[in-house]
């Protein structure tokens, strides 16, 4: 598949070509005028000898020497045979408006059918159900409902499933033209990691943002980021459809906590795709991200005119993780010197005092502190006001004095005049469109440009002999706890002392051996959850209470085993894997109890993942400070706990083929030791199946 000739094509067919005014291949070809496209354009249409003083060929394979894409201006009806003609005709790329709705006589949907021929040929595909694509570098718009203009490439592209939103996006009016922006539509056969893999090797994007319902070949799309990272290019994801879709089907608690979201979230902070809630967050992101001025200190520098829009800032800078750069002495003086008597020198900064015009000299004097990359001017620059104007010369005065990244950020965005944006944009002063959506993109800059990152050279570790026929061997699908702990020791997991019990003897035995206090509980692989069903007994001190604990489980559960353990103290964690239909094993991770199940206090991440990731992963929680000695506890052994999270990981990858689901819940973490406690384990239904 060569996505050049879809996107860089030199000769273009329009099939279905029409001359009644406003039909969709009228309006096609006009697309195509618009831009000034300066390749050869064919016209096909079997009705017509020619369209506005242009031939009109019957079909692609009469078209002399060729072409290198086709846009398909027919509908579902027409739609497959006229693929496949063009197909035979040896075009490299088509373009495919209509939804492809509906079956061929053959039994095959229509996008199936043409996905077999596209493949075949060796095609690439924008489509179908698109709205077409743009290519600025070229001069090219292939559309059925183009722009009568658009702005210069800006060294962003974009890709979008949604089709309103990405004619959205193309009209922005922000001066930001779209070098690539394709509408990607069903993804037949080409998909998004497709036009990644392209904007990467074969343009000079220096941004990607993407608009994704779905990830349709996600082993594609990781790589792609992959390699997008390597390039330090960096993508921007708006994810639409963040449902709580697919939770009920989990047997475990980590499966109710890592829905499909929380599995996309994880993939996209594995791989530094970095991921915006709005349009408007997307399109601020982009523009701070395409600028040429290098972010060369992870400070943010803000100044204002509004002490309480100051405080406005800085309340949203708290909620998006956005810290400000703590200001050099020598720097405060500076800026002091500046200031009415009684302001001080902060950051962010409220320089309006008397009204004496200090802005650029104060900000200037910020650009200069050494812990500052970016410099942030936050005003409202209504047009038709004298301040705007002021205002507006102090940034460009600003950004002539340093060679650091400048912003300004409108807080209200529909005041904001066009008129001096424009002017600043064609500056190299990037202008974000809202408080909210400018400290989220600040943050985004700031975590890419800084964060940390970098995986640990972790590798799975494959189910061994011995436990692989542990799982094979299991009646049902479920496993017994007792066989899920053997599987996490065989792993190198650290599992609270554990024995099956067939008889009070045996009891004995196990606390001669362990000691008191001890647990005992019912093993039974069909009852998964066995507090909920008076199954588990805990603290047992002696043998008095250990024999009527026993008594009253097998009165309860006659026929189920009974393991017993030790008891163990600290804090509890839980700590699962699933599998995602997308991106397979996925680690979810965090405290105990409520915080898990009611707070949904917990990290989702990709494994296999290191020591120093599982250790920021923990310090990401919300009731982290349990963890470290919060009132009156001793703080756990963090070293252990985090090497048992990072093999439990690489365990998750090692056996995706035999378990789709195992959870480890309790962990405790105590001052010396980091234990399994209880473990629930659900293996793929193909794993007994291929025993039989």
């Not at 000299?361 to 004298?386: F, H």
């Not at 899920?484 to 024995?499: K, Q, S």
Request: hydrophobic letters at 45%; proline letters at 6%; one cysteine or more.
């Amino acid at each position: 598949m060569t996505v050049s000739k879809l996107l860089r094509p030199q000769t273009l067919a329009i099939v279905g070509a029409s001359p009644k005014p406003e039909s969709f291949g009228a309006n096609l070809l006009q697309s195509i005028r618009y831009l000034g496209f300066p390749g050869q354009v064919y016209l096909v249409n079997p009705r017509y000898d020619q369209i506005d003083d242009q031939p009109c060929y019957p079909d692609v394979a009469s078209i002399p020497g060729g072409v290198d894409c086709a846009a398909l201006a027919v509908g579902d009806a027409l739609l497959v045979d006229s693929f496949a003609s063009v197909a035979e005709a040896g075009v490299g790329g088509a373009v495919l408006f209509s939804r492809a709705y509906g079956q061929t006589p053959d039994g095959r949907t229509r996008g199936k059918a043409i996905a077999d021929v596209a493949v075949k040929a060796g095609m690439a595909v924008c489509g179908a159900n698109c709205m077409g694509f743009v290519n600025l570098v070229d001069r090219l718009q292939v559309t059925g409902m183009p722009f009568r203009s658009l702005p210069a490439p800006s060294g962003v592209a974009l890709i979008s499933h949604s089709g309103s939103t990405w004619s959205g996006l193309v009209g922005n009016r922000r001066q930001m033209g779209f070098d690539y922006a394709i509408s990607a539509g069903q993804e037949l056969v080409t998909t998004v990691a497709d036009y990644i893999r392209f904007l990467l090797e074969e343009t000079d994007a220096r941004v990607i943002a993407c608009v994704l319902e779905t990830v349709r070949d996600p082993e594609g799309f990781l790589a792609a980021a992959r390699l997008a990272e390597a390039k330090g290019v960096p993508i921007v994801a708006l994810k639409l459809g963040r449902s709580e879709a697919g939770r009920h089907f989990a047997i475990s608690h980590s499966g109710a906590l890592s829905g499909s979201n929380e599995a996309y979230e994880a993939a996209f902070a594995r791989y530094r795709v970095i991921q915006v809630r709005t349009l408007d967050e997307l399109l601020d992101t982009v523009e701070l991200l395409e600028l040429t001025r290098p972010m060369m200190a992870p400070g943010v520098a803000l100044g204002t005119d509004s002490g309480g829009e100051r405080q406005l800032i800085s309340d949203l800078a708290a909620d998006v993780g956005l810290s400000f750069a703590p200001l050099a002495p020598a720097t405060r003086a500076a800026v002091e010197a500046y200031l009415d008597p009684g302001m001080e020198a902060s950051n962010p900064l409220d320089y309006w005092g008397d009204g004496a015009d200090v802005m650029a000299p104060v900000l200037s004097e910020m650009a200069k502190d050494p812990d500052v990359g970016i410099v942030v001017m936050a005003t409202n620059l209504p047009p038709d006001r004298n301040f705007s104007e002021l205002s507006a010369a102090a940034i460009r005065k600003v950004h002539a004095r340093t060679d650091k990244p400048v912003a300004v950020m409108g807080n209200i965005a529909t005041t904001l005049s066009p008129v001096i944006a424009e002017d600043l944009r064609e500056r190299g002063i990037a202008v974000l469109m809202g408080t909210g959506s400018g400290l989220a993109a600040l943050r985004h800059l700031q975590s890419y440009r800084f964060g940390r990152h970098g995986s640990e050279d972790v590798v799975a570790i494959p189910l061994s002999a011995d436990a692989a026929a542990i799982v094979d061997a299991a009646p049902l699908d479920s496993l017994r706890s007792a066989d899920g702990f053997r599987l996490l020791e065989l792993a190198g997991i650290p599992v609270t002392p554990f024995a099956d019990i067939h008889s009070p003897q045996d009891i004995a035995a196990f606390a001669g051996k362990h000691g008191w206090p001890i647990a005992l509980k019912i093993d039974d692989a069909a009852i998964p959850h066995k507090s909920d069903l008076g199954g588990v007994v805990l603290n047992l001190k002696g043998a008095d209470e250990a024999l009527a604990a026993y008594q009253a489980l097998h009165s309860r559960h006659p026929a189920a085993p009974i393991l017993a353990q030790t008891m163990a103290s600290g804090v509890e964690l839980i700590l699962g894997m699933t599998t995602d239909p997308d991106f397979g094993p996925i680690v979810t991770l965090g405290l105990g109890g409520v915080f898990a199940e009611v707070l949904r206090d917990v990290a989702t991440l990709i494994p296999p993942f290191g020591v120093a990731e599982a250790r920021r992963a923990l310090e990401g929680l919300r009731g982290h400070a349990l963890l470290t000695g919060a009132r009156g506890r001793g703080p756990v052994d963090m070293g252990a706990l985090c090497t048992l999270v990072s093999r439990f990981s690489a365990m998750a990858v090692g056996a995706k083929e035999r378990i789709v689901e195992i959870e480890i819940n309790p962990i405790m973490a105590g001052p010396n030791e980091a234990v399994a406690v209880d473990c629930l384990t659900l293996r793929h239904r193909k794993a007994r199946h291929d025993v039989r």
